[in-house]
């Protein structure tokens, strides 16, 4: 599962960047899902500020998701 190693990540970062879980099977969130293109699960989208900068689909280990941390959230 992607959740636990990204919550610890998230809990060694030293607040440099946030984690939003958003359960895609709500149909209240809908909306969400197509204007952020989800079209897969886990579904990780890269943010500074209010741009997204990368988008990645799929399952990552630790040192993926570290790599995608250095290139787009650092």
């Known amino acids: 599962m992607l959740w636990p190693i990204i919550s610890k990540l998230e809990s060694e970062n030293g607040g440099k960047w ?18 952020h293109q989800i079209q897969g699960v886990p579904t990780l989208a ?25 290139k787009y959230l650092v």
Request: aromatic share 10%.
């Open 18 to 35: 946030v984690i939003i879980k958003v359960d895609i099977d709500q149909e209240a969130l809908l909306d969400l899902v197509e204007r």
């Open 46 to 70: 890269f943010y500074k500020g209010a741009q997204k900068n990368h988008q990645k689909t799929g399952f990552v280990n630790e040192a993926q998701f570290k790599e995608l941390e250095k």
